[in-house]
């Protein structure tokens, strides 16, 4: 059975950070063992970002997969 979150137009309002912080899509879901999650256009001011992250459970050693990218709004590449 695989159990799944999803979030469309996140909008976050924070105290402690002097932007909002917003997303297209966020999914978390289990499979085979593994939390899996994909966030599209994670934006925080200027700033945006996408990841894709990959890790495994109940084993004794756990090797965590992240991918992504980080840049400015309307560049035409990554800066990280």
């Known amino acids: 059975m695989q159990r799944k ?3 469309t137009n ?5 105290e402690a950070f002097s932007e909002n912080i917003n997303s297209q ?3 978390f879901f289990c499979k085979d063992n593994n939390l ?6 994670l934006n ?8 894709y992250l990959s890790m ?9 997969d992240l991918k992504g990218s ?3 709004i309307n560049s035409l590449n ?3």
């Open 10 to 14: 996140l909008k976050i309002k924070s």
């Open 44 to 51: 925080y001011g200027t700033l945006t970002s996408n990841f």
């Open 36 to 41: 899996i999650g994909n966030s599209e256009k």
């Open 5 to 7: 979150i999803f979030f």
């Open 78 to 80: 990554p800066d990280i």
């Open 70 to 72: 980080v840049g400015y």
């Open 56 to 64: 495994p459970f109940n084993r004794s050693s756990n090797k965590i």
């Open 25 to 27: 899509s966020n999914s």
